[in-house]
């Protein structure tokens, strides 16, 4: 997996659109997709960026090293609305999971269907 795609899934983890995520580290969507599609690199200036913005840990953008999120529970004090904001979070991370999930199933029947057929034809026509 690249620096690029790693990125994609700390802007998904985020819950961010590819409009507000550049524009957190001060890019265009435009100039962001460009990274995110591995037509330009993640440069210096956007890994720092990562970092104070979003508190990225580079050692997990680099090469998946440690966590992909240096701190997830800021040194605050706990309020009700911090607890409020942290279940939201834990709920939406949960719906992500379940579409992902999903996502994968499909995938893999898909995967499954196609070898049957590849595996039928070959019994067919016999293979090469």
Known sequence: MTENQRLKI?????????????????LTQAGYSDIERGKNNVSGKIKIMLKQVHKVNLAWLESSDGEMIDSILPNEEWSPERFADDQKQIENLKVEIDRLNAENKFYRDLLDSKLKMIA????RFGKG
């Open 10 to 26: 700390i802007r998904k983890f985020l819950g961010m659109t590819q409009v507000d995520f550049g524009a957190s580290i001060g």
């Open 120 to 123: 039928t034809l070959e019994e």
